[in-house]
């Protein structure tokens, strides 16, 4: 007779991940689009309004959110060499990262998908994630291992934001992103256009950096919800760099008026 193979990690998962009311995964099929930015605004906005979130990011090869919420170079605890204790980024939430694990900021992770596929199982199960309202999970670009993974992992999601800009290239992508999450069975809970208008602190002018009016257009191709447009702020940018939340800091600046717009609606959508 064959015995069953159980994978204990699996059945940690299970137990871990029904301990988060919601799983919301944002994501992108091309780089550059701004997706770690709007990930790490949905957290800390989240958090400051006392939700309990967890915040993970799953870019093996190129994390960032380590570094966009100032805990690059510091060490996770653990409990009996076991459990590894997230990092406390602020009240209400914590976070967990490639880059604050890799002791070497600018060492490559040189891996295949079987290396990569047991982190991101270890990141669900064997990190103290606790009770969470909202785990906002930040996945690299593309739909390869790493996105596929986590879907598969946690077939419970609440949903997914697909973050694009407006140019033909990066949309066409987006299409391949809401295509990905129906082939999977994850709910699309909105596209969700970046980095449009900047207003030229000269003459106040706004400039498109990329074409606009794309991502609603698309949206409503794809029949999902379109969430948005962010305008491009250099500011914006110097908060991430810093390890600083631009929308929480500058509630009343047009971009982070926008990301909390797009939140409320993902929000409602997801159940949060």
């Avoid at 944002?26 to 939700?51: H, Q």
């Avoid at 990066?170 to 082939?183: E, I, T, W």
């Amino acid at each position: 007779m064959h015995k069953v193979h159980i994978d204990h990690r699996e059945s940690l998962i299970k137990e871990n991940m029904a301990r988060v009311r919601t799983k919301i995964l944002v994501m992108s099929n091309k780089g550059g689009v701004g997706k770690s930015t709007i990930a790490v605004n949905f957290a800390a906005l989240l958090a400051a309004r006392g939700v309990r979130t967890g915040l993970l990011d799953i870019d093996i090869h190129g994390p960032s959110v380590a570094r966009m919420t100032g805990q690059e170079g510091k060490a996770h605890g653990s409990e009996d060499g076991k459990l590894i204790e997230p990092l406390e980024v602020s009240p209400n939430l914590k976070m967990i990262s490639m880059g604050t694990i890799m002791r070497e900021g600018d060492a490559p992770v040189i891996w295949r998908g079987a290396l990569k596929m047991g982190v991101l199982k270890q990141f669900l199960s064997d990190v103290r994630w606790g009770d969470l309202d909202a785990l906002v999970i930040d996945a690299p670009p593309g739909t390869g291992d790493e996105p596929l993974t986590i879907c598969q992992l946690i077939p419970e999601m609440s949903g997914a934001v697909v973050v694009t800009t407006g140019q033909a290239v990066a949309l066409l992508d987006s299409r391949k992103a809401v295509n990905f999450l129906k082939a999977v069975g994850i709910p699309v809970l909105g596209i969700l256009e970046n980095m449009t208008a900047f207003r030229c602190p000269h003459c106040a002018k706004e400039i498109n950096l990329f074409k606009t009016g794309g991502g609603e257009r698309a949206a409503r191709e794809m029949g999902v919800p379109f969430l948005g447009s962010v305008p491009f702020d250099p500011a914006m940018v110097d908060a991430g760099d810093e390890g600083r939340f631009f929308a929480v800091e500058n509630p009343d600046a047009p971009p982070a008026a926008a990301i909390r717009a797009a939140l409320e609606a993902v929000g409602k959508a997801a159940g949060l």
